[in-house]
């Protein structure tokens, strides 16, 4: 390219000061971008690359962060190059805002809860552009056009707790492109949101991008949001840049073993047609064939019948129930031996709730489980409390599962304890051979949750499910918040329990990919209903629900060579399962469009 | 110093939450000043508490009326020595304080502890198990917090009588709900954490959550609360008996010490000055005491705290 | 519209537990008509006062009787107030309304109150902002300070401090009385400070929760000016637990005024509870916590309902 860059980053060094040494968050940093593209700047978690764009607009100085080295150079508006670690507060205000925009992660939370849609858009004018009153407001209905929110007027006078969360980040994006910045840095626009939801907020992004020419630096964890999006790719790990070229270069011909390593642990959906079973994930030095397969019986072992589980809204002068959220309703799946069964949907789609009335961590309003020849419901409260012996959770939070206050060896032990099976250093021994089972250290067991990180707590969490020996586990989006490497990992481990010790898992998750990877069968759900349900192949490959058509098509595709720009740029509006009270909502009828392949009716 | 080690941005608040072992808080306390302070002076005001026998310098009840009124630092009749100074039937002032402190600080103490056990206890309970139990108890504890506290005080006090156990007894019946409030909220909070979840999944009984989960979990505010209550008791006791409906005299309570020297306010301003002045050191230090357990134990800012080369 | 009538039907509830626990209790401490009487009193005219009274009637008909009285705001007569000579057959010439003597020392109390708090209120919340749009700096560091003062304080202590000072060496101000607003400074200033440091203390933490979160970082971002974030974004969001604490110190003020009015001879409330209390006038007793519990619902009540202008997440009335 022979464009001047817009921003030049050299020998970035970012440190925050600790406990004992300063940790350097960032370090020997450098790149460019130009004006008009978009650079997708890619790591897990730790790899500095937040950080980096906070450096630029001298954010991580609220922070306690500090720069020590390096330069971060901008052409301004009027043509003049500014160092960015050397401006004064006074030029970044007029910077922020104004020539640099940003969009953030989590777009409920970025908004002032008290104060109004239109009264933040038009802040950034006020202070810019010095605009006032009406033209405001006249420029502030613009950019929601510009965006494309519905009924724009009406949203100016709404609360960002009146908005869904894909149009507050619509509302985000309108506020930081209010003064039409040259650059756009969009930290994880998207990670928060749903993929339905996703899709059209990454299309908005590119549609923005042509129009308005500004530049986008774009931060994820995600390589397929790389491959949709980015024209160049800047990858950091540790603090450090270990790669950087072209979207097409990295993707197909990526040099550094990190960044193969990452490639390789994404799990690219589509690519399991043809097999029946799920597959192992590939890691480094590991191409994906398993040893042992697990291969489904056909005898039952969970058998769910018409679930339904309903919150009640209270209100009125007596607080009395005036509507219902169905967040489960009539909902049936059977789920057998040795056998994985996906629930996938999006958020609020009733997935989890369905799970913990399972194992009766909320109870269910209606239906029935049987589990081998157990009527879980009708069981009292001790003889359920022992038959947690042979269902399992692992939950999807790696931080929160684990309590902080006692030694793995203690978490890991409670079970034998709570069901009081074994005592003395029996308990140690029992729990030492699980450790090994899930690949963690004997010596890990005197140590707290806090030394570990999300990987290794999300194993003990593991071990601690199969120290009873369940034959049951629901795992509750068990690898959603695991960097993708590592989510591999855990991800394999799962898989060769599985085979080896004969266990069924339902296996919660709103990835696509990763459903498609580990299921035998899958169930979608949608709004407190399974719309469509059927073996893996039927489900990826055989989509019948439009909802479940939807949800395959918006998921990002690792391949820059094929983008979906044609997306709809505006946003579905989602219909909400909360009822008045005392709605009867019709039970769910289901077509048979081959064997065990269920369409819901209508 | 070798070069730091490269830890991931992002990671910083969980690479710092490794545990703090009892050192780091010595450390701490040591590291800053004003909290050491408070920390001596309330170990010696309990040492003086327990040992009042044997390190007052005068009885407490030893009149000497020819030493009426001497001003602090004064030699008394027969050469006695009285560090600030004596009251109008020539006691030792100083020696007054220490057994006062007997009274007010373990009123507030005990105050503290009963209100406490009750609290904590319906209030983890309550916020843990819900339904008609939690909704009968917090009705409870809001239409009391809704009272006013202070006349509801003298009004029982008027009609017990007061003294010693009636103060400690209505003191608990006025604050127990503070600590019902705080633990139902945060076995509330816990409740829906995952690794409560979790433990039930794994078959614990609903007692061993509470008080083995969640509990160990919640204890921080729950002490910082408690420091900061035995303040608000001392207070208290001292007003009520200011007022005449607290401590009975002989029992020399602080508050007391303050209702006798007003009379002479005009001409020996000590005998008001210094048990005001006992009362608000012995609150002062409680607070600060508390404010630091709540800085140390508070996940995001307790590095500041205990971090050694980047203090203030 | 219905929270603010289910919250009003519980605060009525709380009001007539209220009195009806000063009745029991006051029944508790022994026979009425010799605590009116006093001592001293013959046999024949505690009779003669027990019929008049309705006290041989049973237990439950006096307190039917006695929580009908109230609702029409009959709260009885005072034992000690406004009487002189052995009562009469006309009861009503005992002495004078109770009701009406407590309702005479309101506006002294509201005063010093009102001046307190619109001492303590500004102070308080500046000095909070403050010390958290500084986290750790000298300003800080002596906002602290004082806001621990002001909580450690014992309040009569502080008012006698004052008044030796300033009333007494100094001779500027009154030691005590009502009058001129020379005579409210020094107790409105012993009764502000806890809630200066109460509040002070609230706003800093609040403040502080409010400027880590995620839209401060969003309003930077956007290039608005410290300050401005510090006022107009974070402080609205911190309200709600400034303005609770403002209403539970209010409350604590209106009893709290007990040990000021005291020693400062202030003649509000607190001074009549106070003399009431030593004097044994029970239904003098019964009206001035009747009427004090009162205002404290009032301003439990005007608490709630501000919540709704400053937040509008806060949606009265529906618990999910």
Known sequence: MTLEPLVSIESLRVEFPSKDEPVVAVKDVGFEIFPGEILGLVGESGSGKSVTSQALMQLTKFSAGQVTRGSLNFVRRDGSNTDLRHADEQQMRDIRGNEIGMIFQEPMVALNPSLTIGWQLSEGLRIHRGLSGKSARRRSLELLRKVRIPEPAQRLRQYPHELSGGMCQRVVIAMALACEPRLLIADEPTTALDVTVQAEILALIAMLRRETGAAILLITHDMAVVAQMADRVVVMYRGQIVEHGSVRQILHRPEHDYTRTLLAAVPRIGEMSGYSGPRRMRTAGNSGKRDKEAVSGRERLLDVRNLTKRFPVRGGLLGRTIANVHAVEDVSFVVNVNETLSLVGESGSGKSTAGNCILRLEEPDKGRIMFKEHDLLSLSRPVMRSMRREMQVVFQDPYGSLNPQLRLLDQVAEPIRNHKLETGTAVEDRVASIFKKVGMPRSFLRRYPSELSGGQRQRVAIARSLILNPSFIVADEAVSSLDVTIQAQVLNLMMDLQAELGLSYLFISHDMAVVERVSHRVAVMYQGRIVEIGSRSSIFEDPRHDYTKSLLAAVPRMNPDIRAEAMAVTSATVESPIRPAGYKPDPCRYDEVSPDHLVLQG | MSSPAVIPGDEIAASLDTRTTARDYLWAIFGDRVTLFAFAYLVVLVAFTVGAEFLAPHEATGLNLRDRLLPPGATGSKGAFYLLGTDELGRDLFSRLIYGARVSVSVGMLGAVVSCFAGVITGLTAGYYGGLYEDVVMRLVDGMLSLPSMLVALFILFVLGGGYGNLILVFSVLHWMVFCRLSRGLALDARSATYVRAAKALGASGPRIVFRHILPNVMAPIIVLFTLEIAILILSEASLSFLGFGVRPPDPSWGLMIADGREHIRSAWWLVTFPGLAIFLTALSLNLVANWIRAVTDPVQRWRWLSRDVRR | ?320
């Open chain 3, 1 to 320: 519209m219905a929270y603010y009538l289910r919250r009003a039907g519980n605060s009525l509830l709380l009001l007539l537990l209220t009195v009806s626990f000063v009745f029991i209790a006051g029944r508790m401490i022994g026979d009425p008509a010799l605590n009116m009487l006093g001592p001293g009193a013959s046999e024949v005219a505690l009779e003669k006062l027990r019929r008049a009274a309705g006290l041989n009637d049973p237990i439950w008909l006096q307190y039917i009787r006695y929580v009908g009285n109230l609702l029409t705001g009959d709260f009885g007569v005072s034992y000690r107030f406004g009487y002189s000579v052995l009562p009469s057959e006309d009861l009503d010439e005992i002495g004078q309304p109770v009701i009406d003597i407590v309702i005479e020392r309101l506006p002294a109390t509201f005063l010093l109150a009102a001046v307190a708090m619109g001492v303590a209120v500004p102070l308080g919340v500046l000095m909070g902002v403050v010390a958290a749009a500084h986290p750790r700096s000298v300003a800080d560091r002596i906002v602290t300070i004082i806001a621990l003062a002001g909580v450690s304080v014992v309040q009569f202590w502080l008012g006698l401090m004052l008044i030796v000072f300033f009333a007494v060496q100094l001779g500027w101000l009154p030691t005590g009385g009502y009058g001129g607003f020379h005579h409210v400074i020094l107790p409105a200033l012993t009764l502000a400070a806890r809630p200066i440091g109460r509040i002070a203390q609230i706003t800093r933490s609040a403040m502080l929760d409010e400027m880590s979160k995620p839209y401060v970082v969003t309003a930077r971002a956007k290039g608005v000016r410290e300050w401005q974030i510090v006022f107009v974004h974070a402080l609205k969001n911190a309200a709600v637990p400034i303005i609770t604490m403002i209403g539970d110190e209010l409350s604590a003020l209106l009893t709290g005024a007990i040990l000021v009015e005291k020693i400062f001879a202030w003649p509000g409330i607190g001074l009549l509870i106070i003399d009431s209390l030593t004097r044994s006038d029970l239904p003098l007793i019964q009206a001035s916590i009747a009427v004090v519990a009162t205002l404290v619902v009032v301003v439990n009540l005007m608490v709630d309902f501000s919540y709704r202008l400053v937040n509008p997440r806060i949606k009265l009335g529906t618990r999910a």
